[in-house]
């Protein structure tokens, strides 16, 4: 019994850093380096500053819409990177439709 809760128990803390969404700052990378990051990890936390400079944005980002998962649709839109506005797919609950 003992081994058996052990072994479900290490199969979790192992798989768990796996499962761990990467987070990355925009304003130091090119748009071909987002591009290759989001391709890499299918899914990052983008990080970049707001409109008017006074604070740091982050949302989850990934590679295509189907990555958006169950519930969720994918939303084209534009952030900046150092060598200018770069194209990525941000995700939003289908419960933003609902009245």
């Given amino acids: ?19 761990a969404i990467e987070r990355y700052d925009t304003q130091s990378r090119s748009c071909q380096e987002v591009q290759t990051l989001l391709a890499r ?11 008017d400079g006074r604070a740091m944005v982050y949302d989850r980002y990934v590679i295509n819409p189907a990555q958006c998962g169950p519930g969720l649709y994918g939303v084209r839109v534009s952030i900046p990177s150092a060598s200018g506005k770069c194209p990525v797919v941000n995700c939003h609950s289908l419960s933003d439709f609902a009245p």
Avoid at 1 to 19: D, E, F, H, R, Y
Avoid at 41 to 51: K, M
């Fill in 1 to 19: 019994m003992w081994k058996a809760i052990l072994s479900v128990t290490m199969s979790i803390g192992l798989a768990a850093p796996a499962m």
């Fill in 41 to 51: 990890d299918r899914q990052a936390i983008l990080r970049y500053p707001s409109r």
